[in-house]
């Protein structure tokens, strides 16, 4: 069992182009979250989906934006990328159940120039 | 005033110490509290789930909540090298699809 897997691991990206970061999960689990990580600043939300079809805003969603085609499957996507994106992306998921524990992904590491 | 306040470190203590890391937060809203072990370059993972007050004990791993003082505390007992790692205490309202609010986390170095 996989769990989370993402991709790419890492990316270098010329502002202005779009990228699209994926996320793919096999426990089944009900809700996913993608959040960037930044020196200083911790975790932060971006953006999350409880269920597939629906999502919805963190923290910060400005500049991102969210599918949820399906159950296992949450891509992020910039659409026209700027420095201040250069961070550490991570998706997590969780059951949605009572004991509602969030397991995350590895990451990908992204620069934006 | 930040939801959660997480003192960054670094915390440096010798292989075998007690180690203790703690989160104050604002919102007395919080009922659900979480521990999570980051290691460098890879993604969180959950150490501790703790509901309300009390303790709750896991190996060498020990969680404490007090409400009373929004106060929440991670022990590590005989401490290993291999512990060296940023912990992230994280908290909710709620359980079940629930958004975690997250310390900035603490990096422990434990040495040999």
């Known amino acids: 069992i996989a769990g989370i897997t993402q991709a790419p691991t890492s990316q270098i990206l010329a502002a202005g182009r779009r990228m699209t970061l994926r996320c793919t999960q096999d426990?089944?689990?009900?809700?996913m979250y993608w959040y960037r990580q930044d020196l200083g600043l911790g975790l932060r939300l971006i953006h999350y989906?409880?269920?597939?079809?629906?999502?919805g805003k963190g923290e910060v969603p400005d500049g991102y934006s969210v599918s949820r085609a399906n159950t296992d499957d949450f891509p992020l996507t910039l659409a026209s990328a700027v420095p201040s994106q250069t961070s550490v992306y991570f998706c997590?998921?969780?059951?949605?159940?009572?004991?509602?524990?969030?397991?995350f992904g590895p990451g990908t590491r992204l620069t934006v120039l | 005033q930040k939801e959660v306040e997480q003192d960054p470190g670094p915390l440096s203590v010798p292989e075998g110490a007690i180690v203790s890391l703690n989160c104050t937060y604002s919102?007395?809203?919080?009922?659900?509290f979480m521990w999570y072990r980051q290691y460098s370059r890879k993604g969180p993972e959950l150490l501790m789930y703790?509901?309300?007050?009390g303790n709750k004990e896991d190996g060498r791993f020990t969680a404490q909540v007090d409400k009373s003082s929004k106060y929440i505390s991670l022990f590590i007992r005989d401490s290993q090298p291999s512990d060296s790692a940023t912990y992230l205490c994280?908290?909710?309202?709620?359980?079940?699809?629930?958004?975690?609010?997250f310390g900035k986390g603490t990096m422990l170095l434990v040495s040999p």
């Open positions: 919102n007395s809203a919080f009922q659900y």
């Open positions: 994280a908290m909710t309202r709620r359980s079940g699809y629930s958004t975690l609010t």
């Open positions: 703790t509901y309300s007050s």
């Open positions: 989906s409880n269920t597939a079809g629906t999502t």
């Open positions: 426990m089944r689990h009900n809700a």
């Open positions: 997590a998921s969780s059951p949605g159940l009572e004991v509602d524990t969030q397991y």
